[in-house]
C-alpha cells in the first residue's frame, strides 16, 4: 500500500505553501490599493481641469461683473444728474471695502435728454437722470422729429422724492390745515412760481397732476397753464427765492428734496406743503443704453441692490427710497408714503410737458376775416354784426403775448380783380406797440371795407398756403378764420376740391390749423366743421350776439390744445 506522507519542506528554510498564498494576497492588496490612488489622483485632475476648461470656454469680460459687495469696475462712466450724482456715489463707495471713488460725470436731465433726442451717442454706460420722464421724452423727441436715437432700458426707480408746494411759515399757515391742492390753483387764492417745465422735472410732473386734477378739462388746464406761464422761472432754486422773497401769498412748485436742500443755506426756511390732492412724485431711474454689456448689466444690478439697502444714505441727500417711504426721522406730513410714478406715468409726465409747450409757445396768426355785405346786418338796436366782431377781436388781440405775431387779411368776392383775399396787416411781433396799434386799429375800422360776397373757399386756401410756405418752427401757426355766411363764389373751388387741396397740404411735422368761427344762424357750419377737421383745428359758432366775443378769445386761448380741446 502506498502512503502519503505529508508535504513537508525539504529543509527548514523552504517557504510552505501556506504562506506563499498569504503572500501573493498582500501583494495583490497593495496593488489594488495603489490602482485605487492612482485613480483618485487621475479623477481630481481630471475634474480640475473640466473646471479650469469650462471657466476658460465661457466668454472674456472687460471688467468681472460687479456684485453686491463689491466695488463697481473702475472704468465704468455714470452721468448723473446733479441733484442725485452726490447721492450716487456715496452708495457707490460703500459697496465694498475701500471701494474707489465711481467716475460720475454731472449733467442737467435736460442737456443729456436733447443730445439723446438729436440721435447724439451716449457717453454714459450708466446715466443716472433725475426723473424716469426724461428718458421717456428723449424717446418721443426723437420719434416726432423721425431721428433714428439710441433705444434705451430704463430700470426700476432707486430714488424719488415728493413734488411739494414750497412757501412761507406764514403762508402755510394762511393756508390753513387744508393746505393747498392742484385743484385750487384754479382759485389763484396764491401767487404760483412754476421752474421752467423743459428743465425742472417736477415741473412737468406738476402739470400732468394739474391735467389729473382738473379730471382731464383740456379748456379748463390751458386756461390755467396760460396763466401760469408769466410766473415761469428758469430753475428750482429761482423759484424758492422768488416765494422767500415776496411780500404777498406765494407759493413754488418744487421737490421735498429741493426744500431740504434750500433750507441748508437760506435764512428764512421754506415750509414743504403736500398737495391735498394729487400727490405726485418724480423717480430715479438707472438708465443704460439697449445691448449694454454684461459688465454694464451686472454693476446697474449691484448698484440697484445697493441703492435699496441705503435708505440712511439717501435721507443724508434729501431722497426717498424707491418706495417713496420717507425717513425714519421724518415727522407730520413728511410721514405719509408717497409712491414714486410708474413707468407710464412716466410717460404722460412727458406728453403733459410737450402739452405745456405747444399752449404756451407764441403764436404765428393769420385772422382772415369775413367782409362780405351780411356783416352789416344789424343784430341789436344800435349794433352791427361787425361792430360786436370789432370789439371782440380787439380784446382777442389784447389776449396774446408779446411774443406773437399777427397778419390780418380780410375776404369777400372778387376784392382784387378776381381774387377774394387781400392782405391789410402784415405779419409783425405783437411786442412791437406800433404793429400792435395799427393791428388794433385796422379791427376797429373792418365795417369801410364791408362789401360784396362772400369768397370763402378760395380764400381759405389762400391762407393756409401761404402759412405753410412761411412756416416758422417753434411757434403755433394758425388761420383764424371769421364768418358770418357761406361760400358765394361760384367761379372758385367747391367744398369737396377745397378739402382735397387742404389734405395735399396737409403736414403732422408742421401743423397749420385752421380755427373757424361762424358768426349767426345763416353761417354754413357744416362746412366749417370740415375746413377745421381736414387741418386739426376747431370750428365754434356763436348763435347770438353776445356770443361773439366769448367765442372769439375762447378760440384764441383754445390754440394750443387743437385738437383735444374737449
Not at 426723437?142 to 413734488?163: C, F, I, K, N, Q
Not at 390780418?408 to 377774394?420: A, C, E, L, M, P
Not at 416758422?472 to 373751388?493: Q, R, S, Y
Request: hydrophobic share 45%; aromatic share 4%.
Amino acid at each position: 500500500m502506498v502512503r502519503v506522507q505529508p508535504n513537508t519542506p525539504a529543509n527548514d528554510n523552504a517557504p510552505t505553501r501556506a504562506a506563499t498564498r498569504a503572500a501573493k494576497q498582500r501583494r495583490r492588496s497593495l496593488l489594488l490599493l495603489g490602482a485605487i490612488g492612482v485613480l483618485v489622483v487621475a479623477l481630481v485632475v481630471v475634474i480640475g481641469v473640466v473646471f479650469v476648461r469650462g471657466v476658460s470656454d465661457e466668454p472674456e469680460r472687460a471688467d468681472p461683473p460687479a456684485s453686491p459687495g463689491e466695488c463697481l469696475p473702475e472704468d465704468l462712466r455714470i452721468t448723473a444728474d446733479p441733484a442725485v450724482a452726490d447721492a450716487i456715489a456715496a452708495v457707490a463707495a460703500d459697496m465694498g471695502t475701500n471701494c474707489p471713488d465711481p467716475k460720475i460725470t454731472t449733467e442737467d436731465s435736460a442737456v443729456t435728454a436733447s443730445a439723446l433726442a438729436t440721435g447724439g451717442e451716449p457717453g454714459f454706460d450708466v446715466w443716472v437722470p433725475d426723473s424716469a420722464m426724461w428718458p421717456a421724452r428723449a424717446a418721443g423727441q426723437a420719434e416726432r422729429a423721425g431721428v433714428d436715437a439710441t433705444e434705451l432700458v430704463v430700470g426700476d426707480a432707486v430714488a424719488s422724492t415728493p413734488v411739494v408746494f414750497a412757501a412761507t411759515e406764514p403762508t402755510a399757515a394762511a393756508l390753513g390745515d387744508a393746505g393747498a391742492g392742484f385743484s385750487s390753483l384754479a382759485q389763484r387764492t396764491v401767487a404760483v412760481v412754476l421752474p421752467d417745465p423743459t428743465t425742472v422735472a417736477a415741473s412737468s410732473a406738476a402739470l400732468l397732476a394739474l391735467q389729473t386734477a382738473l379730471n382731464g378739462d383740456a379748456r379748463t388746464f390751458t386756461a390755467l397753464a396760460l396763466g401760469l406761464d408769466p410766473g415761469v422761472v428758469a430753475t428750482a432754486t429761482a423759484a424758492l427765492d422768488a416765494v422767500s422773497a415776496a411780500t404777498s401769498p406765494t407759493i413754488a412748485v418744487t421737490t421735498e428734496q429741493a426744500v431740504q436742500s434750500y433750507d441748508e443755506s437760506a435764512d428764512a426756511p421754506l415750509v414743504p406743503i403736500f398737495p391735498a390732492d394729487v400727490k405726485p412724485a418724480v423717480s430715479v431711474p438707472l438708465v443704460t443704453a439697449a445691448g449694454a454689456s454684461d459688465a454694464t448689466v451686472a454693476a446697474v444690478k449691484a448698484l440697484t441692490d445697493a441703492m435699496a439697502d441705503a435708505g440712511d444714505v439717501l435721507a443724508g441727500y434729501g431722497l426717498r427710497n424707491a418706495a417713496g417711504s420717507p425717513p425714519t426721522t421724518a415727522s407730520g406730513d413728511a410721514e405719509t408714503t408717497i409712491a414714486a410714478p410708474a413707468a407710464d406715468e412716466s410717460a404722460n409726465q412727458a406728453e403733459a410737458l410737450r402739452t405745456w409747450q405747444v399752449l404756451t409757445a407764441p403764436s404765428r396768426m393769420l385772422s382772415l376775416n369775413d367782409v362780405s355785405g351780411s356783416m352789416l346786418q344789424p343784430v341789436t338796436a344800435d349794433m352791427r354784426r361787425i361792430d360786436l366782431f370789432e370789439q371782440a377781436a380787439v380784446r382777442a388781440v389784447n389776449s396774446l403775448s408779446a411774443d406773437s405775431s399777427l397778419a390780418t387779411w380780410v375776404f369777400s368776392s372778387r376784392r382784387i380783380g378776381g381774387q377774394d383775399w387781400q392782405e391789410i396787416v402784415p405779419f409783425g411781433s405783437l411786442g412791437d406797440p406800433a404793429h400792435k396799434q395799427l393791428t388794433i386799429d385796422t379791427a376797429n375800422n373792418l365795417d369801410s371795407l364791408v362789401g360784396g360776397g362772400t369768397g370763402l373757399y378760395d380764400s381759405v386756401l389762400a391762407a393756409v398756403t401761404y402759412m405753410r410756405q412761411t412756416y416758422e418752427p417753434g411757434k403755433i401757426n394758425l388761420v383764424l378764420l371769421n364768418t358770418d355766411g357761406v361760400n358765394e363764389d361760384d367761379d372758385g373751388l367747391d367744398l369737396p376740391g377745397l378739402l382735397t387741396e387742404l389734405e395735399k397740404l396737409r403736414d403732422p411735422a408742421k401743423p397749420v390749423a385752421v380755427i373757424a368761427i361762424g358768426y349767426g344762424p345763416d353761417t354754413d357750419q357744416s362746412a366749417l366743421e370740415q375746413i377745421a377737421a381736414a387741418t386739426d383745428g376747431a370750428a365754434y359758432q356763436a348763435l347770438q350776439p353776445t356770443d361773439i366775443g366769448t367765442v372769439l378769445i375762447d378760440a384764441v386761448t383754445q390754440r394750443g390744445c387743437r385738437p383735444s380741446c374737449g
